[in-house]
Nanobody, 126 residues
Framework: QVQLVESGGGLVQAGGSLRLSCAAS????????MGWFRQAPGKEREFVAV????????NYADSVKGRFTISGDNAKNTVYLQMNSLKPEDTAVYCC???????????????????WGQGTQVTVSS
C-alpha cells in the first residue's frame, strides 16, 4: 500500500502563487508515475500535471501550461506542484495520485492511478 498526504493549499489572490506538496509513504519503491488532479464544485475531476519518476518526463493540462510546474524529490518521496499566476478558475480541491508499475502511461486519466490522497483546498480570490 501507498499513502499520499497533500499540503500547501490555501487562500490566495489572483496572480499569486502556491506550492503544493504530496508526500508518499509505504511501498513507494513501486511508484513510477505521480500526478495532480483537481475538482471544482459541480465539476468533474480534471487532470493537471504528471511526472514520471524514471525519466523525469512531465506533462500538463493546457489550462495550466506555463503557469504550473510539477517536480519531484525521490529521496523524500515527495512530488510538488508550483502554481504561479493563479486565476479564480484554478479554485478547486487538488489531489495527488500515484501509479505503481513501470509501464509507461500518459497519466492524464484518473483510472490510470492506483492511489489517491485526500486533497487540499486551493481558493483563488479575484
Amino acid at each position: 500500500q501507498v499513502q499520499l498526504v497533500e499540503s500547501g493549499g490555501g487562500l490566495v489572490q489572483a496572480g499569486g502563487s502556491l506550492r503544493l506538496s504530496c508526500a508518499a509513504s509505504g511501498r513507494t519503491f513501486s511508484i513510477y508515475t505521480m500526478g495532480w488532479f483537481r475538482q471544482a464544485p459541480g465539476k468533474e475531476r480534471e487532470f493537471v500535471a504528471v511526472i514520471n519518476w524514471s525519466g523525469g518526463n512531465t506533462n500538463y493540462a493546457d489550462s495550466v501550461k506555463g503557469r504550473f510546474t510539477i517536480s519531484g524529490d525521490n529521496a523524500k518521496n515527495t512530488v510538488y506542484l508550483q502554481m504561479n499566476s493563479l486565476k479564480p478558475e484554478d479554485t478547486a480541491v487538488y489531489c495527488c495520485a500515484a501509479r505503481w508499475g513501470s509501464t509507461v502511461v500518459a497519466g492524464t486519466r484518473s483510472n490510470e492511478y492506483h492511489y489517491w490522497g485526500q486533497g487540499t483546498q486551493v481558493t483563488v480570490s479575484s
